[in-house]
Every structure is written in structure tokens, then in C-alpha cells.
């Protein structure tokens, strides 16, 4: 390729990509409902659907998005990360259903993973929260070796340099989740009142090591700074239960909606724009979705995210 | 000298059984993944008749939960102190550890053994008047405690940092045959969570010293100091089965004095059946067989080593105007603030006279909530389980430390009860707290508020922070109607060292006596 060629090529790539961007003659319109575009322009897809058998709506929905072969080679060592935070049983939407976790968990199976390791640092004493969550119980009669819901141990914090970190630049991080060949983030969709929502980038603190507390201060850039280096491969957002008030353990079966809604996507920030939506409000209101954005991690903008209902 | 170990066998072997069982039901004092709890240590307090007569007259009142304390008193009745010798797990580590401390066999003075006699009367006054002291000297409780705050957390430190060091530092080889062995410890033996107690020196010191005293002699703290050795001897006194040299023509060659373990056979080779804790060294080494156990043949040695008129009348009065002197200190008064007492604990008059000090709260706290207390509640109440927040909080659904309190010190509540137990309240320190004195948002204290409804709230206000900004920030408020005093809240915030929300027991819901400064009004 020679310098003219190669000069021609920019200008036309640059120029076409951005009037996908900027399409001038598509409609403006906002709001929730999808827009009707041309795929090239979608930057990232969503899969979501509605169901009360919660099993089969995780395999429609992550199907939807290229299904688990498109996340987990054979071989891999997959790390499912569900909400475990709080003492509350799973009715109270504080915590990821026990059934999402064990369908996940399956699914990886099927798709050849050598091992699955599913955790989380809880707010609370984690036995309880194990047990309580039903996550503990649920993957226990899975009852398969390859399969462990393990309590976290605090040897295996890694002390990891974040070299794309805007305010964090190091911290202690739980090394199963650094060394996984699939990281599939699995929060529960629900209120919380420092970070508007506490979604898929919220559900990243589970793996941190230290005193978690502080990252209060800077939440939406501290999330996003983890986000550079710990990537989900895939975010499936529990929304079958949303606890709309009192979050994020809630408490009262009065704060809890029953959705029955799930959604999937290799994005992260695209994830969580979308669930918000659930709740009536828009991405942008939330901090941690646009600090994400803003970095780069994913897309926000509702017009360029492909939402694929499960028909 | 003759051997016939078959019967030191089978008392070698209860002891074990027992040990064992004892340190099962110890292990087993923590969360098992249920709600309630299945078999803990708290069985061998129940089993206590010291700490069942203690606790009942201190509360005056008949407690249903040591009801089982009855039984081993009955069996004393009939075959005399045979739990000191076959079955007290203090006991059995006390016969063990003889090889440790070696044999002195120093003699101490021979009327050093009415000591308990006196203790005993002076727990028992105590507890009638208002002196809780059983905790003190219970050999239990002394155990219970040790292994509790001391033992068993230093232990498992131990034990889990040779594995980090093998599992950071070591090759691979070598964590495969580690990691397994250690995921099988952390499964059996180990604590789930490294726990910290603030008095864990003192609790050992106390522990060790019963094996100092043992350099002495043998069985130096069940003969002179145990009351609760006292009291079984005292019940075992017209025991129908014992040990009895059977014949009068014994020649009293004097083996069997200096052999016996608790200094029960005189020189004239006579069993005082309050001191024989049925060994059966006597049996076995008698060159001559000329001990044996059986329904007594002869009437019990008369009472040798009762206590003098003086000194009972010396022990009653200290136990009976003892109390009157702890009453007229302040605190009795007007509550610390900073004693925060479990859920469930009784009202403190009632409390301090039930509680064992025996740390099994504090063992089976899944929150490493509860540590002993050093003075905070008097002198009388040290050992006593105090919550302190900054360390650990009160798991709002967890309602372990009822569960397993022997005495009902702290009673039993279901956890919809337990959960509008006030223990305390918490205050914001508006001079640390974030949001109010730099403006910069938190608010974690509200995010783990357990309270369905919140007791932590926030207004959101326009402040200006350190660089002149203005900015919005969430400012945390404390809702008392709600606040249970948990201290998850001061457990958690984040800031480092001193805590900006801070729990006090003001407003804590068991019965106080007037607090008013006037004390005039009535509760």
C-alpha cells in the first residue's frame, strides 16, 4: 500500500464511519423505544426477554447475543460473578437469583469450560449470604467438580497496577477474576442511593480486596478505571426481580417489582444503559454508565445499541 | 508395686470420649449455615450445678435451661466427684499436660485445700447479693474462655499463615499437596474468619495459670481451688458406691498416700471422699489390691477440712457487704455509653448476676462483635460480652449469641424479635463525616443500614467543598425510631481510624434502672 492509497483509504473509512456516527437524515428521536437503523451503525447489542421460567429465558436471551460458544472456548476457565452482597434470601431482589447463577453456570459447562468459579466479597458475614442468596445451596446440587461457589479467600488478593486508572492506580484485586479466560458479570438490577443504580459496573466491587468504602468518594471513575482492566466477557443483568426502593439490600417485599426480565451483551456499559430503562429512567442520570462511556469501555447512546428482544 | 491398668484404661478412655465431645461442641459453636444452631458448647454449662445454683440465686428464680445440672448433681449423690476424675475436660488437660510440667511435688500446707470450700461459700453468698464471681473460678468458664479468646484464634493465625506462606511463596508441587490439606483444615477445624479479642492476654494468663499451678502438684487447682469440685465433693460426701481401703489390717505402707492425685488418702490409707475424684490409681497400684470400689462398706470419713466459724462467718459477711460497696459507683446509675450489651441481654443488674463469662457469645459472634469487657461495666463485669462496632457489628438477621448462652443471660429471641431489639443508637460525627465536613459524597452508612426502612437516611443538599466548588452531596441523618444500634453502620465507615458514625447505648430497650439525674423518678 503506498502512501496515496493509504491516505484515500483514511479519508474514506474516516469520512463514512462518521456519518454512521452523526447520520444526519436518521431521526433524532430519544427515548425507549428501539430505533429502527441500519445495523452497521449498532456498536453493540443487547438480548433481553421476558419469561417466569428463568432458566430457559438465560438461554434464549444469551442465544441472542451469539450464545455461550461465542464467550467460552473449550477449555476455559470461566469466573461467574453474581450480586452475593447482602444477608437477604431471593425474594428480596437484593442478591442474583440462585436459578440465573445455575443456569450460567451449566451453560459454561456445555460450552467446554474446564473450570467455573463463581464468588463474591459480600457486604455482609458471607456464610450467611451464601447460604441465604440460595447461591450457595443452588450450585451445591449442581453437585459437580468442575463447578465451585467458593468463599473468597483473602491470600489470593492481587495488589494490580491499573495503568488506564484516571484517580485509581492500584488496588487489590481478587486473582480468580484476573485470571479468568471468561469473566460473565452477573448483578441483580436495583436502587442504590450513591450510585443511582447499582448494575453491572457496580457489581465489579465484589472482587476488590481493602476498604472498599472509600471508593464512595470518586464511585463512577473508580468503577470505570476497574472496568479497564476487568472486563466482562459477558453481562447478563438479573432483572427478574428489581428492588426499586431502600436499596441495595432492601428488606420489604413492598420495594421489589417482579419483572421477570433478563438481559445479556458483551457490552457492559451498553448492559446497564439498557437497564435502566427498567427502572423509567434514562442512562445518562446514571454516573457510572456515563464515567464509563466517556472512557471508552462502551456504548451508552440508546440509538446505537441493537436491543434484540427474545420474540 | 503390682499394675492392673485395665480400670485407669477405661477412666483414661471416658475422659478422651469426653474431651473429645467437649471440643466437638466447641468447634461446633459458630454458624453452620442455619438460622438456629444444633449442638453447642453450652451444653457443659448446663450441665454445671455451680453455675445452675450461681445463676439461680442471683436472679432468684429457678432457671429451666439448667435444669440438666440437676442430674449431674444426683449422680454425684450417689458415686461422689467421679466427673471430676472420668469426664471434667479441664480435668483431663490438666492429667495431660503432667508430663509438660513435670513433677515437683512440692509440699504446700495441708489446709490450703479449704480454699474452695471458701470460694464456694463466697460465689454462692456473692451471687445471692448482688457479686457475680462464678465466672471467675467456674473451670469451665476459665477453659471455655481461654481456648475462646486466645487458644483457638492464635491457633488458627497460626495455621493459616504457614499456608499463606506456602500458597505466596511456595512451588507449585508443593501448594498441590498443601492447598488440599488446608481447604480439609479450613473445612474442619479452622475459624471461618480470623477473630480478634481485646482481653486475649488476660484470658490465656488466667488458663495458663491452672497449668502453672499443676507444677505444684498433681490436680493442685481441682483439689484447693475449684468450687465446683468443692460442690460435687459436698454432694459426694454420703455417696453409697466409692473407693474404700476394705481392709482394717491394712499395713499402711503409705503408697497410696503420696500416689493419689488429689490428696485424698490419708496416711492411714483412709479415702476422703471429698477430695477422691475416683482415678482409680488406687485400685491399680495397691501392691496388696486393698482398694476397691464398690456400695461403701465403712461410714465416710468424718468432714477433716470443713471451713472454721470464723472464716464462714468472714466469707459470708465479705459476700453479703461486698455488693453494697460495688452498688454506690456511678456507673450503676447512670449506663456507659459505651457498654453495648448483645440483643437479648437482660437488664444489667440481672445480667451481670446470670452471665458465666464463659465467652461463648463472643465464640460463636459470627460478626466478631462481642469482646470482653476489661472494666467498662465495673470491675464485677470483666469477661462480660460487650459489642464494640468499630471491630465488628451485629449481623441484623443472626441471632447466634442467644442460642448459646447457658444461662439465659442473654435470651433467646427469634430474629423478627431480635431485629427490633434496641442495643443502641448511632450519631453522626458532622465533623468527620464526609459529606458534611469536606463535602465529598459517601453515604456507605446508609447503603448498609439493615433496617428495611432505613435508619440512616440523607437529605441532599448544595454544599461547598475543600476546593470552593459547590457541589450536591447526600448528607447521612440517623432516624432513632428505627435505629437498632447494629453498628454496621460505625463498623463500615470508611474513613480511617475513629469512625463518623458512632453507636452508644443510649436508647437500648432492656429495662434500665431511673436514669434520672435526680434519682428520684422509678424505672
Known amino acids: 500500500m503506498d502512501r496515496r492509497r493509504f491516505l484515500q483509504d483514511a479519508a474514506f473509512w474516516s469520512l463514512s464511519w462518521s456519518l454512521a456516527l452523526h447520520w444526519p437524515f436518521s431521526s433524532t428521536m430519544s427515548g425507549s423505544v428501539a430505533q429502527a437503523a441500519p445495523g452497521n451503525l449498532f456498536l453493540a447489542q443487547v438480548g433481553m426477554g421476558k419469561g417466569q421460567d428463568y432458566p430457559q429465558l438465560v438461554r434464549q436471551v444469551v442465544a441472542l447475543v451469539g450464545g455461550m460458544t461465542c464467550f467460552v472456548k473449550p477449555g476455559a476457565r470461566v469466573v461467574i460473578k453474581p450480586n452475593i452482597g447482602f444477608d437477604r434470601p431471593p425474594e428480596m431482589a437484593a442478591t442474583t437469583h440462585p436459578l440465573v447463577v445455575r443456569t450460567l453456570a451449566e451453560m459454561a459447562l456445555e460450552a467446554g469450560a474446564s473450570q467455573v468459579r463463581i464468588f463474591d466479597r459480600p457486604c455482609n458475614e458471607a456464610r450467611r449470604c451464601y447460604h441465604n442468596s440460595g447461591i450457595l445451596p443452588a450450585i451445591k446440587a449442581m453437585d459437580n467438580s468442575k463447578v465451585r461457589c467458593d468463599y473468597i479467600d483473602r491470600r489470593k488478593f492481587v495488589t494490580t497496577t491499573i495503568p488506564q486508572g484516571r484517580v485509581l492506580k492500584s488496588w487489590d484485586i481478587y486473582r480468580d477474576a484476573l485470571e479468568a479466560d471468561c469473566y460473565i458479570n452477573v448483578p441483580v438490577a436495583k436502587q442504590h442511593s450513591r450510585a443511582g443504580l447499582s448494575l453491572g459496573l457496580k457489581n465489579g466491587m465484589g472482587v476488590l480486596g481493602g476498604n472498599r468504602g472509600q471508593w464512595h468518594r470518586q464511585l463512577e471513575q473508580n468503577l470505570a478505571d476497574l472496568a479497564t482492566i476487568l472486563r466482562p466477557t459477558l453481562t447478563v443483568i438479573d432483572a427478574t426481580r428489581m428492588l426499586l426502593r431502600n436499596g441495595p439490600q432492601g428488606g420489604n417485599l413492598r420495594d421489589v417489582q417482579i419483572n421477570d426480565t433478563i438481559l445479556a451483551s458483551s457490552d457492559p456499559v451498553a448492559a446497564d444503559a439498557c437497564a435502566t430503562l427498567l427502572f423509567g429512567r434514562s442512562p445518562d442520570e446514571i454516573g457510572t454508565t456515563v464515567t464509563a462511556a466517556s472512557m471508552g469501555l462502551g456504548t451508552m447512546q440508546l440509538n446505537r445499541i441493537k436491543r434484540i428482544a427474545v420474540p | ?523
Open chain 2, 1 to 523: 508395686m503390682k499394675n492392673h491398668p485395665r480400670p485407669i484404661l477405661w477412666r483414661r478412655l471416658s475422659q478422651l470420649l469426653f474431651l473429645a465431645v467437649f471440643l466437638v461442641l466447641f468447634l461446633r459453636t459458630d454458624y453452620q449455615g442455619q438460622d438456629q444452631l444444633s449442638g453447642a458448647v453450652n451444653l457443659i454449662f448446663r450441665i454445671d450445678p455451680l453455675v445452675a445454683l450461681a445463676a439461680c440465686l442471683a436472679t432468684r428464680s429457678f432457671i429451666l435451661l439448667v435444669l440438666p445440672a440437676g442430674f449431674l448433681l444426683l449422680s454425684c449423690l450417689l458415686l461422689g466427684r467421679w466427673f471430676c476424675g472420668w469426664a471434667c475436660p479441664m480435668g483431663t488437660l490438666l492429667d495431660a499436660s503432667r508430663t509438660l510440667t513435670g513433677s515437683k511435688a512440692v509440699t504446700l500446707p495441708p489446709t490450703l485445700p479449704r480454699i474452695r470450700y471458701a470460694l464456694l461459700l463466697l460465689i454462692l453468698v456473692g451471687a445471692l447479693f448482688g457479686l457475680p464471681l462464678v465466672g471467675y473460678f467456674d473451670p469451665f468458664a476459665i477453659l471455655v474462655r481461654g481456648l475462646t479468646m486466645a487458644i483457638y484464634p492464635a491457633a488458627g493465625m497460626a495455621i493459616e499463615s504457614l499456608f499463606t506462606f506456602t500458597y505466596q511463596h511456595g512451588p507449585a508441587w508443593l501448594n498441590l499437596l498443601t492447598e488440599p490439606l488446608y481447604q480439609l483444615l479450613r473445612d474442619t477445624v479452622l475459624p471461618f474468619e480470623q477473630k480478634l479479642f481485646t482481653l486475649a492476654l488476660p484470658a490465656m494468663l488466667m488458663l495458663l495459670a491452672l497449668f502453672v499451678l499443676e507444677i505444684f502438684q498433681r490436680r493442685c487447682f481441682c483439689r484447693t481451688l475449684c468450687p465446683l469440685g468443692a460442690l460435687l465433693g459436698l454432694a459426694g460426701r454420703f455417696a453409697p458406691w466409692r473407693i474404700a481401703n476394705r481392709q482394717p489390717a491394712c499395713h499402711a505402707c503409705g503408697q497410696c498416700s503420696t500416689l493419689c492425685r488429689t490428696g485424698a488418702i490419708d496416711l492411714q490409707s483412709q479415702v476422703n471422699t471429698e477430695r477422691c475424684i475416683l482415678c482409680l490409681d488406687c485400685l491399680s497400684r495397691c501392691p496388696n489390691e486393698h482398694f476397691a470400689f464398690g456400695h461403701g462398706a465403712k461410714p465416710p470419713v468424718p468432714l477433716a477440712e470443713g471451713l472454721s466459724r470464723r472464716a464462714f462467718v468472714g466469707t459470708t459477711l465479705t459476700g453479703i457487704t461486698l455488693p453494697f460497696m460495688l452498688a454506690v459507683r456511678p456507673f450503676k446509675r447512670h449506663p456507659q455509653p459505651g457498654l453495648i450489651r448483645p440483643p437479648g441481654a437482660l437488664p444489667e443488674e440481672q445480667f451481670l448476676g446470670r452471665c458465666v463469662r464463659c465467652g461463648e457469645c463472643m465464640q460463636v459472634c459470627i460478626g466478631n462483635a462481642l469482646h470482653p469487657a476489661l472494666t467498662e461495666a465495673g470491675v464485677e463485669g470483666l469477661f462480660t460480652p460487650r459489642l464494640i462496632p468499630r471491630i465488628g457489628y451485629c449481623e441484623y438477621q443472626c441471632t447466634l449469641c442467644g442460642q448459646v448462652c447457658p444461662t439465659g443471660a442473654i435470651q433467646r429471641l427469634p430474629a423478627a424479635a431480635k431485629q427490633l431489639t434496641t442495643i443502641g443508637r448511632a450519631f453522626v460525627d458532622r465533623d468527620r463525616c464526609l459529606p458534611y465536613a469536606k463535602g465529598v459524597p459517601c453515604i456507605v452508612c446508609e447503603e448498609l443500614c439493615p433496617t428495611p426502612q432505613k435508619a440512616i437516611r440523607f437529605r441532599e443538599v448544595s454544599v461547598q467543598n475543600e476546593l470552593g466548588e459547590t457541589v450536591r452531596v447526600k448528607q447521612p441523618y440517623v432516624i432513632d425510631e428505627l435505629c437498632i444500634g447494629c453498628g454496621i453502620c460505625e463498623n463500615k465507615c470508611p474513613l480511617p481510624g475513629r469512625s463518623a458514625i458512632l453507636v452508644t447505648s443510649a436508647g437500648e430497650s432492656r429495662l434500665q434502672k431511673a436514669i434520672a439525674k435526680d434519682s428520684y423518678s422509678k424505672p
